[in-house]
């Protein structure tokens, strides 16, 4: 996984219920990514951060909140706003090492909502 | 129109045969062009990128770009059954610096290779 995780691995939560996956990084990758996986969909973005205490919304925001106090982190919250929440979660990263470009992706969690 | 199309597939070879993935795309504005491999219930792994057009070649893996088709490939030689994974392409308009922006993905092709 190149120094990006992803905890828990395999989630179970009520419908109502807000949860929050988390997403850490030891690259010093700038950028941070979080995009959703459904069969047949390919992956598709949820929020990205470019900056500490910055984020823009991706193509499919709504239901979904973010934040990104530390460079190492950036928290997805999936709340109860959002209507078909079970899903695979993928976190990226992305940055610079020696002028060449670097981007991994995190091991996922798996959210189930019943 | 989506952005970026691939054929889903599934595709199906025989081990050693030649395997060809194609991403076409909408947004003249992507420069840089990435293949990702990615083995069930696992995060994708970058495979190769490529920046602007032209062929890059790793191992049994070869990726061309071609800008003024707005059509890219990635190539498997000698295909494995460990190569057998969802292929995904995705595309970047980032030109540089620290201002990384979006990865616009295709919607993966599943590949099997059998012995």
């Known amino acids: 996984d190149g120094g990006i995780t992803q905890s828990p691995k395999y989630l179970f939560r009520k419908e109502g219920q807000n949860v929050t996956l988390s997403c850490e990084q030891n690259?010093?990758?700038?950028?941070m990514y979080w995009y959703r996986q459904d069969p047949g969909q390919g992956l598709r973005l949820i929020y990205y951060?470019?900056?500490?205490?910055?984020?823009q919304k991706g193509d499919i925001a709504e239901g979904y909140s973010v934040s990104r106090e530390k460079k190492e982190s950036f928290p997805l919250t999936v709340t109860s706003a959002q209507k078909n929440p079970t899903a695979f979660y993928l976190c990226?990263?992305?940055?610079?090492?020696?002028?060449?470009?670097?981007?991994?992706f995190g091991p996922g969690t798996r959210l189930t909502v019943t | 129109q989506k952005e970026v199309e691939q054929d889903p597939g599934p595709l199906s070879v025989p081990e050693g045969a030649i395997v060809s993935l194609n991403c076409t795309y909408s947004?003249?504005?992507?420069?840089?062009f990435m293949w990702y491999r990615q083995y069930s219930r696992k995060g994708p792994e970058l495979l190769m990128y490529?920046?602007?057009?032209g062929n890059k070649e790793d191992g049994r893996f070869t990726a061309q770009v071609d800008k003024s088709s707005k059509y890219i490939s990635l190539f498997i030689r000698d295909s494995q059954p460990s190569d057998s994974a969802t292929y995904l392409c995705?595309?970047?308009?980032?030109?540089?610096?620290?201002?990384?922006?979006?990865?616009?993905f295709g919607q993966g092709t599943i590949l099997t290779v059998h012995p």
């Open positions: 990226a990263s992305i940055g610079n090492r020696d002028g060449k470009y670097e981007q991994y």
């Open positions: 690259l010093n990758h700038d950028a």
């Open positions: 951060s470019q900056i500490v205490n910055d984020f």
């Open positions: 947004n003249s504005a992507f420069q840089y």
């Open positions: 490529t920046y602007s057009s």
């Open positions: 995705a595309m970047s308009a980032y030109a540089g610096g620290t201002s990384y922006g979006k990865l616009t």
